[in-house]
């Protein structure tokens, strides 16, 4: 059950995160969802999410990307999402799995460089990305050794071309949504977002 450890650690009659289905029929001819949600959970996090075999692949970037080809910046690969997950944007209720707000922070579409599938069971994934912030090549790839002992430890490294940039500071310079422009605080001023569970208020 390729979204049992997502299911298992939400409660859904109290956030409203989607509960999710894994989509079967995806025409191969449809491009593949890219998506980076900027979290402010316990600790702030860019959560890189690719769209593969009916889910989307997940990865928390605790410092988010970088443009510059020489930071490898740290992906820990978490539970598979469900791709309506996408485009979610909006609070998680205290007390519950990942609590605090979620942004789109960019959105797109990737596409795989070489044959995905066994890229990823090989650790190594290099794609092109064509979202609203992120552009150009771009590779993933698992550690070993003593860092990649837990088996989870990923790296997100920009290959260097046109959309490389040495000194800009992305996620600094580009704070907003990709979906609705705001801020966090304004995400997490909407309170029409939030879940109450079954009561109407
Ligand atoms: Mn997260």
């Not at 044959?115 to 090989?122: I, L, V």
């Amino acid at each position: 059950m390729p979204l049992k450890k997502y299911r298992q650690k939400r409660n859904f009659k109290k956030t409203s995160e989607p509960r999710g289905k894994v989509v079967k029929k995806v025409s191969k001819k449809k491009s593949l969802l890219y998506v980076i949600q900027k979290h402010a959970a316990s600790h702030l996090h860019y959560d890189f999410r690719l769209q593969l075999h009916g889910v989307l692949l997940s990865w928390a970037v605790p410092k988010g990307p970088s443009l510059n080809p020489d930071d490898k910046r740290l992906a820990v690969h978490v539970e598979d999402h469900p791709l309506d997950y996408a485009k979610f944007e909006g609070i998680i209720p205290e007390g519950e799995y990942g609590a605090g707000t979620v942004m789109v922070w960019d959105y797109g579409v990737w596409q795989p460089l070489t044959e995905p599938e066994e890229a990823y069971r090989q650790g190594k994934l290099t794609f092109n990305l064509q979202g609203k912030k992120l552009q150009g090549g771009w590779a993933l790839v698992e550690m070993h050794g003593k860092m990649g002992e837990n088996g989870k430890n990923w790296l997100l490294i920009k290959h260097q071309d046109a959309a490389a940039k040495k000194r800009f500071d992305i996620t600094k310079k580009e704070p907003l949504s990709a979906l609705t422009g705001r801020t966090m605080e304004e995400i997490t001023e909407d309170k029409r977002k939030i879940w109450h569970g079954k009561k109407k208020k």
